[in-house]
């Protein structure tokens, strides 16, 4: 029960921070509440773009625990809701850093300041998905424009798309850092469209993690799901307009539906 606790946890108050519905949009498509043309295309950048590999394998043998980034990643993402919830703000590395303390307390493991600064530096070194360069390549080509929105800080999500040979690619890499509000509070989309200088409604975020597709489609924005291994939807917010097993199906969902409403 411990091993899954966080996660259920998170999922809880995530969607406490979505708007109350009065009528059931599990079976209900995104597609009908907007059909905007999208002018740009935001990313969410761990998970979606850079594969966390390395760094889901040394956090579990930090924490000595197959399930120990699972476990960890979810309270990671519960206590930046809980900052969210109680006006207060702290750096996602500073949450991490925290949670992975706890994360060690839960499964009753002690754990070396040194392991864990060499387990959280890994964050800055990941590589990117192998089908994400040829997908960002197709939707620039077909003339979107590209930003990220992560939770992490600007420096963090600067080296990380850096050291990932994507940076080139976005002409805007935004932090929630602006705005002080961590996904999926509404004001981070919000915050994003404002600086990219259109409508929520023309934008798509692009995630590989259902409670940032719930917090997209409640903002107002279009969404694209990643079906990255171990990911799902949830099954209570409305239905993302576009889907695909990686960046490339993704691009090609995006490309096609604008082509064949232009016929």
Do not use: C
Not at 5 to 32: E, G, M, Y
Not at 50 to 66: H, I, R
Not at 161 to 176: I, M
Not at 225 to 237: A, C, D, N
Request: aromatic residues 8%; proline residues 3%.
């Amino acid at each position: 029960m411990k091993k899954v606790l966080p996660v259920l946890i998170f999922a809880i108050v995530a969607s406490s921070f979505l708007p109350k519905q009065t009528i059931d949009n599990s079976n209900r498509s995104a597609s009908t509440i907007t059909a905007k043309k999208p002018l740009v295309i935001l990313f969410d950048v761990n998970e979606t773009l850079l594969d966390m590999s390395p760094l889901k394998k040394k956090v579990n043998e930090v924490l000595g625990n197959k399930e120990g980034f699972r476990i960890w990643f979810g309270m990671l993402l519960q206590y930046s809701l809980v900052d969210n919830s109680t006006g207060s703000y702290h750096e996602f590395s500073a949450i991490a850093d925290a949670t992975l303390d706890m994360a060690a307390k839960t499964l009753g493991k002690e754990i070396k300041e040194q392991d864990k600064k060499q387990a959280l530096a890994l964050i800055k070194q990941l590589k990117a998905y192998p089908d994400v360069e040829k997908g960002l390549s197709m939707l620039k080509a077909a003339g979107y424009r590209l930003a990220t929105l992560t939770n992490s800080a600007s420096q963090t999500q600067m080296a990380q798309l850096n050291h990932a040979g994507l940076s080139k690619y976005f002409e805007q890499t935004l932090s929630v850092d602006e705005v002080k509000k961590y996904k999926p509070a509404l004001e981070s989309y919000k915050y994003a469209a404002k600086a990219l200088g259109v409508n929520t409604g023309e934008m798509v975020m692009v995630a590989a993690h259902g409670w940032d597709i719930a917090g997209a489609l409640a903002a107002g924005m279009q969404a694209g799901f990643i079906e990255r291994k171990g990911q799902s939807l949830y099954s209570l917010s409305p239905k993302p307009q576009y889907t695909g097993k990686d960046l490339v199906e993704m691009a090609k969902a995006i490309i096609e539906k604008e082509n064949s409403s232009n016929e």
